[in-house]
């Protein structure tokens, strides 16, 4: 691979990522590798905010709506996948850009994730019955047991981090935590990695505005057609579980609306706590564009 230099566009979600990024990338002339963990989903388009046909059309995008709702994906295949894709497109350009909010995505492919052992389907699909059985609270307490290290750390209300930890602790006879080393993996690329940020009452007003918008383009609509699926991981998600409670008649569709921007805002605050303990982030508005093109020529 030739040393090119992969572009790395984050923020917190509504900020306006996809705006400076088809900007990006008619000038550097490359394609967008999505980093949304959700955006990979072909049924989940209006909830996710994936990108446009017209945008589509424009820049080729790669990592938008490949993947079924019940088929399997993980962080280290998303490593592997863009890895082997980097090798191709640095062959014929100097340039990359890989933009989303994805904390762990984007970790993967900048550091490296650790080597953990595939799940094999057999331990998978006994795990999934046993959630479904017996509640997270019990596959909790069964972590517990088995590696009390990563149960003091893991996010509890997570099924999926749950189930993976506990899969391979079931699988391997070890502990999911001496599989974390958390080593970072020499790249044969440069990154520059560009952060953007609103003040909060702005960011708050774009999430609030991008929600009601979601609503007047047919997203409850698409809810209503991934009833049946409802269960699957990626559904797991802000603006499918709200209104998914709205369809079983526990809230009013206002209410469910009014969680969505809730659930979004408290989110967007997350994503920028993880992206602000990376000193390798440099800085920006999403409107401040010359001063993030000079920063990319410049390096």
């Known amino acids: 691979m030739s040393k090119g230099r992969l572009i790395v566009i984050t923020g917190p979600t509504a900020v306006g990522k996809t705006e400076l990024c088809m900007e990006l990338a008619h000038m550097l002339r490359t394609p967008i590798i999505n980093a949304d963990s959700r955006q990979l989903f072909r049924d989940l388009r209006i909830g996710t905010a994936q990108p446009t046909a ?76 046993r959630l479904a059985q017996e509640g997270l609270e019990a596959l909790c307490e069964e972590l517990r047991q088995r590696d009390p290290e990563h149960y003091a750390v893991v996010d509890r209300r997570n099924p999926r981090r749950v189930v993976h930890a506990l899969e391979i602790c079931i699988m391997t006879g070890r502990t999911y935590t001496s599989f974390r080393k958390a080593e970072k993996k020499e790249r044969p690329f ?28 047919g997203l409850l609509d698409e809810v209503r057609r991934l009833l049946p699926y409802r269960n699957a991981n990626a559904l797991n998600t802000v603006g499918y579980k709200e209104l998914f409670e709205h369809l079983d008649g526990r809230w009013t569709l206002d209410e469910a609306v009014e969680r969505i921007k809730g659930n979004t805002r408290r989110y967007a605050r997350k994503q920028l706590t993880w992206f602000k303990r990376d000193d390798t982030v440099t800085w920006f508005h999403p409107d401040d564009k010359e001063s993030i093109k000079q920063h990319i020529l410049r390096q």
């Open 54 to 129: 017209q945008q589509m059309a424009e820049v080729r995008h790669y990592f938008v709506g490949t993947l079924a709702l019940g088929d399997y994906y993980s962080a280290s295949m998303y490593e592997q996948q863009v890895l082997e894709l980097l090798q191709q497109l640095f062959n014929h350009s100097d340039y990359a850009l890989l933009s989303g909010g994805s904390m762990m995505y984007i970790d993967a492919v900048c550091n490296g994730i650790d080597d953990i052992p595939t799940v094999d389907e057999h331990t998978r699909s006994t795990l999934k019955r």
């Open 190 to 217: 440069e990154i520059i990695k560009i952060g953007l940020n609103r003040d909060r009452g702005e960011l708050y007003e774009r999430i609030n505005r991008r929600t009601d918008q979601m609503m007047a383009d």
